[in-house]
């Protein structure tokens, strides 16, 4: 996922300015002189270093894009402001490239080299916790209030041990996305869900859902919707979640879509791909990121048609995606490195990048003209009050594997739903233990 965002973010970032270049809607960056301005800040740094402390300068890793606005945003609008707040701390931005950059943070951590701050992908944050790479910054004085103005679901991604190791810095989500030409009305309910895609089976190569692959990102959404579990709440126990009767249920729902032909067969790689299928009206619905509008629905007019994920068992929930921000357990300027994280999360910061393309992690930035006035995003802000990590977990990469061959054997008809989850889980609790 992190790849394409890569891939596609410019066009993505470029329809967001375009939608929110309105008078009351904070700046779209300036193409060389750095002048704009963003709005005023609603959350004070909670820091004295910050006026009038000691100088410093700080080095802040992140993967903002380059072809696109994100850069230009940061290094004009955003790094400004905050000099104009914190004269004495000077901001040194690096942009690292995406691939290839975990296995540098491994080796940074071992040897030397690390930032004193980074835009870290949502999954790597319990991982470099336990690796006692990062600050814990739960107990930093204005944590509680940045706690309290974020989505619960993104923030959830930064613990580590019941203790806070970052903050979310932009985040994203997945809702249904339906074709009103194939199905003309959004459906509220995963029983609405089935009688859809029933309404258009029979016509040739059409079918009435369609996932992007059977990974948990495409998963998850529907599996916990119909009930699904992976472990308790603080992500020590798989065995009893994962192979739990309501978990085989939630999993049996969309085998027996699959069974009966109503889900496509993009779900396990095949043709066609799920973008390629839903733009060429074989798909009547899927599950996508908001990335999915400015690339694929912009030339399919005004039928492409978002809702928040339909309400099931387990209710109306999706997966979190985006980056956090963290501080490394090696930066000489805590201080100052606090000060910088506290202030990429306020108001002013916030709604300045979304206007090229970062949906906030704040709720009141979400709530800003910056947001509301690109229309397909209003699903999404829903969507994210329900919204839910992948495991938080430091083998997250294992499990996901663990996750995806389970989904995978039980949607080919290799294993029952039963089976599948029953394995999975014992492989997993080893791993969630360690």
């Not at 004193?116 to 107990?139: C, H, N, Q, S, Y």
């Not at 339906?178 to 089935?194: C, F, G, M, Q």
């Not at 397909?376 to 663990?402: C, F, G, H, N, S």
């Amino acid at each position: 996922m992190q790849r394409r965002l890569a891939a596609i973010i410019a066009v993505v970032s470029l329809a967001a300015a375009a939608c929110s270049s309105t008078a009351s809607s904070p700046p779209s960056p300036t193409d060389a002189g750095g002048a704009s301005s963003a709005p005023a800040s609603s959350t004070p740094i909670a820091n004295t270093e910050c006026a009038g402390g000691a100088t410093a300068t700080i080095t802040f890793w992140h993967t903002y894009n380059t072809d696109g606005p994100e850069n230009a945003q940061l290094n004009g609008v955003v790094l400004p402001a905050f000099q104009r707040a914190c004269p004495n701390i000077t901001v040194d931005a690096v942009v690292m490239p995406y691939d290839g950059l975990h296995d540098q943070l491994v080796t940074a951590v071992a040897g030397g080299g690390l930032p004193d701050v980074m835009r870290m992908d949502i999954i790597w944050t319990p991982e470099f916790a336990k690796l006692g790479a990062l600050t814990e910054v739960g107990t930093l004085p204005g944590f509680d209030a940045l706690k309290d103005s974020v989505f619960p679901g993104p923030l959830a991604t930064n613990t580590y041990q019941g203790k806070y190791f970052g903050l979310p810095l932009d985040t994203n989500t997945q809702v249904l996305v339906y074709n009103k030409a194939i199905v003309p009305n959004a459906p509220t309910t995963l029983d609405e869900v089935r009688a859809a895609a029933e309404a258009v089976k029979g016509k040739a190569d059409t079918w009435g859902l369609a996932l992007g692959g059977a990974g948990p990102w495409n998963v998850f959404p529907w599996f916990w919707t119909a009930g699904g579990q992976v472990t308790n709440d603080d992500y020590t126990k798989a065995i009893g979640y994962l192979d739990s009767d309501a978990s085989v249920a939630a999993l049996q729902w969309l085998l027996d879509m699959n069974t009966d032909g109503l889900l496509g067969p993009s779900t396990l790689g095949g043709s066609p791909d799920s973008w390629g299928g839903f733009k060429a009206g074989n798909y009547g619905m899927l599950s996508d990121g908001p990335w999915f509008f400015p690339i694929i629905a912009k030339d399919m007019g005004p039928d492409v048609v978002g809702a928040p994920m339909p309400v099931g068992p387990g209710g109306s929930i999706s997966v979190v995606g985006g980056e956090n921000i963290v501080i490394f357990s090696t930066s000489p300027s805590q201080d100052a490195a606090w000060a910088f994280t506290q202030f990429m999360l306020s108001d002013e910061a916030q709604q300045a990048m979304a206007t090229v393309g970062q949906i906030p992690a704040s709720r009141s930035a979400a709530a800003s003209t910056a947001v509301t006035s690109v229309d397909y995003l209003a699903p999404y802000i829903t969507q994210l009050d329900t919204a839910k990590p992948r495991t938080v977990t430091p083998a997250w990469p294992k499990v996901e594997k663990i996750l995806t061959d389970a989904f995978d054997a039980a949607l080919r008809g290799t294993k029952t739903a039963s089976e599948a989850l029953r394995d999975a889980a014992a492989q997993i609790d080893p791993l969630l233990a360690e």
